[in-house]
């Protein structure tokens, strides 16, 4: 299989026999899984169960540890237990493992990804965590080159130089990437903002609505822990909505109080527009890097959920010749994964090794 061990949701994927690559859903039908790990004594959960109580017991929950993965002093420390990086980061790659078998029957072997800018301590650390999980590791491919696979550039034929804007839940990198006559990638130089997703932009919505409620009851929704978890969540629907439409409601109810805020597609950008510009730094700083001119980048391809905001679209017009995004870009990355993993299962199959 291959996973995307993301900072927010995980995703597995495989390629069936027709050799088409297809992530694979748990038992609820989900097949984004937040990288979120509950402790409650012997009993751990991970997933959309194990997001839910954070608000509520956030001594128990861990959230975002993929920031951690690789710092030899970071530790979360629970029941007389005190967790590494790779500990938790294996409790999530156990369940996306769980989640293969349901469908695949037993499974012993994964590509996993991991952000281009990771040095060998993240990697090792990763190797480490697969291990825990029960995994061997076929491999750590990077972010990037997993999207481009995705994307089919191997099977062109042709040279390319493309970036790969990825924006997740909890980071962001774009990349600068050429393919050499389909047989080969080649990072050229890589950026980004390892404290900025999606997440920044529900943030700066609930703390839109926290004001408004603040103003019309005198109270802040943002003293309450689960109330404002609560709140967060439904930023992060909101956020979705507006990709769609031009206008969306959000409810916050904090103290035995209501409040109902409507905001438009128009007020979204202006509240975020600030986070958007962050990651235009860090475009403009690679190709300046790459010493490249948008004539001379043939496409852009768009990775993680975050991108499908109309405001990154229009942001990037002009960057390059074209803009690319598949139906569903926070699977690419997993997908890609899923490819590198049924190369690598054929040519070891055929004795040509790993």
């Known amino acids: 299989i291959g996973i995307d061990l993301g900072t927010t949701v995980s995703v597995a994927a ?27 004594g012997d009993e751990v959960i991970v997933g959309q169960e194990a997001k839910d109580y954070a608000g509520a017991l956030p001594e128990q929950v861990v959230s975002f540890v993929k920031r951690y993965i690789g710092d030899p002093h970071w530790r979360f420390d629970y029941g007389g237990k005190s967790y590494r990086p790779e500990d938790v980061s294996g409790l999530i790659l156990g369940r996306m493992k769980a989640i293969a078998e349901r469908t695949l029957g037993k499974v012993t072997q994964a590509v996993i990804t991991v952000p281009a800018y990771f040095l060998d301590a993240e990697r090792q650390a990763t190797i480490r965590a697969a291990e825990l999980a029960g995994l061997e590791v076929l491999k750590i491919i990077n972010e990037p080159t997993a999207a481009a696979l995705s994307y089919g550039f191997l099977e062109d034929k042709q040279d390319r130089t493309f970036l790969v804007y990825d924006l ?13 006559a389909g047989s080969e990638f080649e990072m050229v130089t890589t950026a980004g903002n390892h404290q900025l997703g999606g997440f920044d932009w529900d943030t700066s919505v609930a703390n839109h609505v926290a004001e408004k409620f603040l103003t019309a009851h005198g109270e802040d929704p943002r003293d309450d822990a689960s109330g404002y978890a609560d709140l967060m969540a439904r930023a992060e629907k909101v956020k979705i909505t507006l990709s769609q439409a031009g206008k969306a409601r959000i409810v916050c109810q904090h103290a035995g109080k209501s409040l109902t805020v409507e905001i438009t597609r128009d007020e979204f950008e202006q509240l975020t ?47 390059a010749r074209e803009l690319k995004m598949s139906r569903n ?11 590198e993993a049924a190369r690598l299962a054929s040519a ?3 004795g040509g090794g790993l």
């Open 273 to 319: 527009n600030h986070l958007l510009q962050l990651t235009e730094v860090e475009l403009q700083s690679a190709m300046e890097e790459a010493k490249l001119s948008p004539e001379q980048v043939d496409m852009v391809l768009l990775v993680g959920g975050s991108s499908k905001m109309p405001m990154v679209h229009d942001m990037l017009k002009g960057k």
């Open 168 to 180: 997740g839940g909890g980071t962001f990198d774009i990349t600068v990437m050429k393919c050499r």
């Open 14 to 40: 495989a390629v069936d026999e027709m050799g088409r690559a297809h992530v694979l859903s748990d038992e609820d039908g989900e097949s984004f899984i937040p990288s979120v790990v509950y402790f409650d």
């Open 348 to 350: 070891s199959a055929a």
């Open 329 to 339: 870009p926070d699977q690419s990355v997993a997908l890609g994964a899923a490819i």
